[in-house]
């Protein structure tokens, strides 16, 4: 979710298999560069098989460019490497967060096979993406500051997860400024 | 119905596993060990399909060793959980092994460590887990009775206490268990709990545990 001159990225912590919860402290939003983030939701596996590789992509990038890729090049990266595996994709759904030029805030989310979708205000995934689209166009307003910022997505992100069975045990909220990144963890009902 | 485990102790890890092999209606032996030893601080609990596990375990084993002949020091038990995933991951689009592994050893720097890999490549770091049928009932054993930092009697006595639930409440439940324990002093066998075959006491297959 944008905010002003802030973002914010967060996810649920429960790692489980089908009905049954494996772990309460799963993460899924990892951090690219200081002002990049990318939020996986999907299979585990190639969630991390793809955080993985795109974290080779970027140091490649950073060695030749000498820079931090910015937040667009590397929305069309995943992107780009998602399509690569058009007909056996990777199961994953990303959202893309990032302070491009001028720390402007960037979001995206694309699908399985890499298709971008841009927004200005929040993009979501995951098994609780319809509940969290309607939590997040309700609770949302431009140019929040990061302490509303963060109050607004805990409290989208666990009344979503709430009527998701397979979503919740929890929250990680990552409030991303020019200067700082606030990383904490929300107490959720744990079912 | 295999069923492999896992719990993190203060500066040690339990592994313990069934020791059934089973095709079908006829189980073959029951003292097949399936915790591998992978090197002196090491131990991997598999379970999944019997080709698959044997092979596959014996390949992380070797390739830990050929590490260690080449560089003179061991690899790390969170850089064997990485590599195991890396092959799972590899195999995975081309030739999968379905090999569920809990993997636990100890450093000297980082301690006791307990690591779920599952057999499509799914890392995580545990204090404690389970796979296979077992885990239904061990699972939230584990979640009421486990604490940080127990000692070994407390850690032996909740495998135990899972390994009453699955003979009593699982359907064809393997009957004989093994316990094996990492520290600082290494990775061995601690104990075997069983209940049929040439091992078991007279007693077990006369009494009733309840």
Known sequence: MVGKNCFAIASDRRLGVQLQTIATDFQRVFKIHDKLYIGLSGLATDAQTLYQRLVFRHKLYQLREERDMKPETFASLVSAMLYERRFGPYFCQPVIAGLGENDEPFICTMDCIGAKELAKDFVVSGTSSESLYGACESMYKPNMEPEELFETVSQALMASVDRDCLAGWGGHVFIVTPTEVQERVVKGRMD | ?210
């Open chain 2, 1 to 210: 119905m295999e069923c492999v485990m896992g719990v993190v102790g203060r500066d040690f890890a339990v592994v313990a596993a069934d020791t059934s092999a089973v095709q079908s209606i006829l189980v073959h032996k029951t003292d097949e060990d399936k915790v591998m030893v992978l090197d002196s601080h090491k131990l991997m609990g598999a379970s999944g399909e019997p080709g698959d596990r044997v092979q596959f375990t014996e390949y992380i084993q070797k390739n830990l060793h050929l590490y260690q002949f080449r560089n003179t020091i061991p690899l790390s038990t969170a850089a064997t959980a990485n590599f195991t995933r890396g092959e799972l991951a590899t195999a995975l689009r081309k030739n999968p092994y379905m090999v569920n592994v809990i993997l636990g050893g100890y450093d000297k720097d980082a301690g006791a460590s307990l690591y779920y890999i599952d057999y499509i490549a799914t890392l995580h770091k545990i204090d404690k887990g389970a796979f296979g049928y077992g885990s239904y009932f061990c699972l939230s054993l584990m979640d009421k009775l486990y604490h940080p930092d127990m000692t070994v009697e407390e850690a032996v006595d909740l495998i135990d206490k899972c390994i009453k639930e699955i003979r009593l409440r699982l359907v064809v439940a393997p009957q004989n268990f093994v316990i094996k324990i990492v520290d600082k002093n290494g990775a061995r066998e601690y104990a075997r709990r069983d209940l049929v075959g040439d091992n078991a006491s007279v007693d077990a297959a006369t009494t009733v545990t309840a």
